[in-house]
């Protein structure tokens, strides 16, 4: 698994599509056991030039603008993962994974889920069936 190189890691956090030789980090990136840490790190990355104009373009004490910095920070860290599903969608779309917005823990549960429910609705099912 090859993974990008500075510029191309900023690209990817605005939006842009990596080449297929890093589908395999794409795919870690977006579905793997970090992927949530990693989607709000590259959200806070993408607002980081937002925070550097909330510090130095507003005149005042330091830690005012820092408050701001941190209300600012605050506001885009609940955004980012309140549409965390939608943009793993889009990227993951964008990179011809498809586009369920599930991390591979969270598939694997709901397999596990849908295997309890068959082997229930089947025992029930042949039960029922006997009785008819």
Known sequence: ??????????????GATLPDSKRDWVANDLMGRTAVIR??????????PIYLILYFAFPGPWWI???????????ALI???????QNRARRLAKHGFGNDPHTYRQQAQQRARKEE???IY???????????
């Open 1 to 14: 698994m090859s993974r990008p190189n500075p510029l191309q890691w900023i690209a990817y956090s605005y």
């Open 39 to 48: 989607h709000m790190i590259r959200m806070q990355f993408c607002f980081s």
């Open 65 to 75: 603008r820092a408050l701001m910095v941190l209300l600012g920070a605050s506001l």
């Open 79 to 85: 955004f980012s993962v309140s549409y965390m599903d």
């Open 117 to 119: 429910y068959d082997a």
């Open 122 to 132: 089947r025992a029930g099912r042949t039960d029922d069936a006997d009785a008819a």
